[in-house]
């Protein structure tokens, strides 16, 4: 089955095909998907009578595309508009649970929504909240210090002008409050070289990751799907930006079939890995894909199957503390 591109609405649900192709095996039970967003996923496990679909999004606008599934889809949809890194509060205890599935990032409606001024574009007032946020990007570039500035523009945004950039922040700020667009200005006349992608993606980047807390969400909505997902569930993963990959990477790989332990020590229960991963390599989109959506180009699905129930996730939080400590700065502004 060749699930469809819904060209009239210009929505484009990411490697579709290629995550059906991977959950449907396991069809006939409860799917969540965790980031409903246009319900594009969620629309088409709903396509199969057999299942149910739990819906989450933080971005309280998508309950208007939700409400038109728990119409269509009555007694098989629910929908929450909720974090993902809180998925064990929402007490599925749905024994039938089969997969657990993540589509990070954001959709084309909310990258063009002025309001959300997630888009280097975008006008005013900066903001980038996509909903339950505690802070905006308005607090961090008017409060945040030079020092904790520049670490989140190199560490979550991997700007290589992230001082230079934070120094000439601190001195705008002195005169007036920065709009957006002072933001675009200040990086165009720090970064002067030709570059191929826009020269504010990473800094704009590295503000959408700590805005939305996008460290901890992934971190704490991989190890809390873990503990719902039964044994024989698939986890899948589509990515976008290398920071979110890589904690994808390892959280699969580290505790998965792939990773080599020692002929010569005892298994400890510990040790046991708890994953059998189902593809080595990520799955990326299609030419065709990416000419029809070239925003999918980035994207990367990784999948694994649950093979074991227990496991402490200490080496996982540690791996990543530092990326967790620099997401802490959000908490003093
Ligand atoms: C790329 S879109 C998903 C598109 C969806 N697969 C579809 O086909 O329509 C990502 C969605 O995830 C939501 N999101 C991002 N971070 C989230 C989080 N931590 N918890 C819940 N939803 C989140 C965004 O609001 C956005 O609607």
């Known amino acids: 089955m060749n699930a469809t591109i819904n060209l009239e609405k210009k929505h484009f649900p ?16 409860t799917f969540i998907d965790c ?13 199969n009578k057999n299942n149910k679909v739990v819906a989450l999004d933080r971005d309280p606008e998508t309950l208007i595309e939700a409400k038109k599934l728990l119409k269509k889809f009555k007694g098989r949809f629910r929908f929450e508009n909720e974090k993902f890194s809180n998925i064990n509060a929402l007490k599925i205890s749905d024994q039938n649970l089969k997969a657990i599935i993540f589509d990070l990032g954001y959709s084309t409606s909310q990258i063009n929504d002025s309001k959300k001024g997630l888009s280097f574009n975008s006008k005013g007032k900066l903001n980038m909240r996509l ?8 607090d961090v570039i008017n409060k945040l210090s030079y020092e904790k500035l520049n670490k989140v523009f190199k560490f979550f945004g991997d700007e290589q002008k992230s001082k230079i950039i934070a120094r000439n922040i601190i001195k705008k700020r002195l005169k007036k409050k920065i709009l957006s667009e002072d933001l675009v200005n200040i990086i165009e006349s720090v970064k002067k070289k030709y570059s191929k992608t826009n020269k504010s993606t990473k800094v704009y980047q590295s503000l959408r990751i700590l805005v939305n807390n996008e460290v901890s969400e992934l971190i ?39 990773k ?9 229960k510990e040790n046991k890995k708890i994953f059998k991963v189902i593809n080595k390599k990520p799955i990326t989109p299609s030419s065709q894909e ?12 990784r999948c694994v199957q649950k093979i074991y129930n227990h496991k402490n996730f200490d080496e996982f939080l540690k ?14 502004l």
Not at 234 to 254: G, P, Q
């Open 14 to 29: 990411v490697l579709l095909d290629e995550l059906i192709s991977i959950i449907s095996p396991l069809y006939g039970g």
């Open 35 to 47: 980031t409903f967003g246009q319900g594009g996923y969620s629309r088409e496990i709903l396509s």
């Open 131 to 138: 909903g339950k946020n505690l802070i905006s990007a308005d």
């Open 220 to 258: 704490f909505g991989l190890i809390n799907s873990f503990k719902l997902l039964p044994v024989g569930g698939i986890l899948a993963v589509v990515t976008f930006h290398s920071l979110e990959d890589r904690i994808v990477k390892f959280f699969f790989k580290n505790y998965s079939d792939e």
């Open 260 to 268: 080599k332990s020692s002929r010569y020590l005892p298994e400890l």
């Open 290 to 301: 990416i000419k029809l959506n070239p925003s999918s180009r980035s994207a990367k699905l």
């Open 319 to 332: 791996k990543f503390e530092y990326l967790l400590k620099i997401e802490e700065f959000a908490d003093q």
